[in-house]
């Protein structure tokens, strides 16, 4: 069973701080890692992609890959109240069809 | 807006009815998806369509039936649901179907089966 780990949450920080998103998977064959961010009763956005080892930096997201560790993480820097959300990981599971394999997301709520 | 529409919004329904779930996209996308999103659970696929052909069927009862008429149209088709099935169930596209793409999501269909 192909699996992606997210700790729920949730997840507070203050304004201003810097919010840390993990998230690990077990598929070594896995190409292409997504986060998403899903406002509640909304569905999700795609703010993220990587698909290679290290980081990809965007406006205040930086995406972090280590493929040797099955690791990969989401780093916002200078947390907004409107960046309360909650952030899903979603990694390729392999073969020929786009089959992106879910976490349950964590929570993430920047305190004012 | 994704460009990717979903109705109805919300949807309530008995065990013994019968109703269908509509996904249009503006994107000129070639692959449509299917996914179920359960409280506490992660985004579960279950259909993918590319080019108008079912392409993956994710283990899914046969009492959810896809229809997929043309590149930018995907329908759900619901029949003697249960309870556990009240679910979020949201559209997505993305250009192709091949691993690296992009999937855009619709603001999907929150069903309840009583």
């Known amino acids: 069973q192909k699996e992606v780990e997210q700790n729920s949450g949730p997840l507070s920080v203050p304004e201003g701080a810097i919010a840390s998103l993990n998230c690990t998977y077990s598929d070594r064959g896995s190409q292409s890692f997504f986060w998403y961010r899903q406002y509640s009763g909304k569905s999700p956005e795609l703010i993220m992609s990587?698909?290679?080892?290290g980081d990809k930096e965007d406006g205040r997201f930086t995406a972090q890959l280590n493929k040797a560790s099955q690791y990969v993480s989401l780093l916002i820097r200078d947390s907004q109240p409107s960046d309360s959300a909650t952030y899903l990981c979603?990694?390729?599971?392999?073969?020929?069809?786009?089959?992106?394999?879910f976490g349950t997301g964590t929570l993430l709520a920047v305190q004012p | 807006e994704t460009g990717v529409t979903q109705t109805p919004r919300h949807l309530v329904m008995g065990m013994t009815n019968k109703k269908s779930l509509k996904c249009e996209q503006h994107l000129g996308h070639n692959a449509m998806y299917w996914y179920k999103q359960s409280a506490k659970k992660p985004l579960e696929l279950m259909f993918v369509y590319s080019l108008e052909e079912r392409v993956e069927n994710n283990s899914v009862p046969s009492r959810f039936s896809p229809e997929c008429p043309n590149s930018s149209h995907l329908f759900l088709h619901l029949h003697t649901l249960q309870p556990e099935d009240s679910a979020l169930y949201l559209c997505?596209?993305?250009?192709?179907?091949?691993?690296?793409?992009?999937?855009?999501f619709g603001s999907g269909t929150q069903l309840s089966v009583l």
């Open positions: 979603a990694v390729n599971g392999g073969g020929a069809t786009n089959k992106l394999i």
């Open positions: 997505a596209s993305s250009q192709d179907n091949r691993v690296n793409e992009k999937l855009f």
């Open positions: 990587i698909y290679s080892n």
